[in-house]
């Protein structure tokens, strides 16, 4: 992300604007339509082929929520799809393609809410692309830097009770500073073991 943004957008900053995250997953994806129809429930959607890039949907739906948090989770875990995925489908798809003489389409992903911030490890494919979108919108380095000035405020030690003093503003801290949701924020520090549920 950082590499992309000084190259196009004049540097790297948080919050990265929505705006960004929509150009960097059209640069790798074959098209992006940004206001799909989608079946309920499913905020995106990723189409692999052996023989080109990946198309991506998002939902119309997701836009008419009070903030842009579910446009911005959403984008990116798509991205981790077409970063991570694509690459490895179109060099097993392709000699598969060739060997028993299949057409060029791929596997759908469609990725429902609920998989977009907090996939089951089990579900390795949708928990990597979460992981992604994590890494993109908060990433480690601010939310360590940002963990330690909040022990240093409160005199405790990381990681904190998530619903602690100290846990609760970190939470807040990283929700307004990188313009996500709080639930997302604190299952990315949850990750990270900056904080802990008890």
């Given at each position: 992300m950082r590499e992309f943004m000084n190259r196009r957008s004049g540097g790297y900053r948080l919050p990265i604007p929505t705006?960004?995250?929509?150009?960097?997953?059209?640069?790798?994806?074959?098209?992006?339509?940004?206001?799909?129809?989608?079946p309920e429930g499913i905020?995106?959607?990723?189409?692999?082929?052996?023989?080109?890039?990946?198309?991506?949907?998002?939902?119309?739906?997701i836009y008419r929520t009070r903030s842009d948090h579910r446009v911005r989770t959403t984008a990116t875990h798509e991205f981790g799809h077409v970063w991570l995925h694509a690459p490895l489908w179109r060099e097993a798809g392709a000699k598969l393609a060739h060997g028993i003489g299949q057409g060029s389409a791929g596997p759908v992903w469609n990725c429902h809410r609920d998989n977009i911030v907090n996939a089951a490890r089990?579900?390795?494919?949708?928990?990597?692309?979460?992981?992604?979108?994590?890494?993109?919108?908060?990433?480690?380095?601010?939310?360590?830097s940002w963990a330690a000035e909040c022990a240093e405020k409160f005199g405790a030690k990381l990681p904190f009770p998530a619903?602690?003093?100290?846990?609760?503003?970190?939470?807040?801290?990283?929700?307004?500073?990188?313009?996500?949701?709080v639930h997302a924020a604190r299952v990315r520090l949850s990750k990270l073991s900056l904080i802990v549920e008890k």
């Open positions: 705006d960004e995250l929509i150009r960097l997953l059209e640069e790798r994806a074959e098209e992006v339509d940004t206001y799909a129809a989608l905020h995106g959607q990723t189409l692999l082929f052996y023989d080109r890039r990946p198309i991506v949907r998002i939902a119309e739906s089990a579900d390795w494919v949708e928990w990597q692309a979460g992981w992604v979108s994590g890494a993109i919108l908060m990433p480690a380095s601010a939310l360590r619903d602690s003093p100290g846990g609760t503003e970190l939470i807040k801290r990283v929700a307004e500073r990188c313009d996500v949701s």
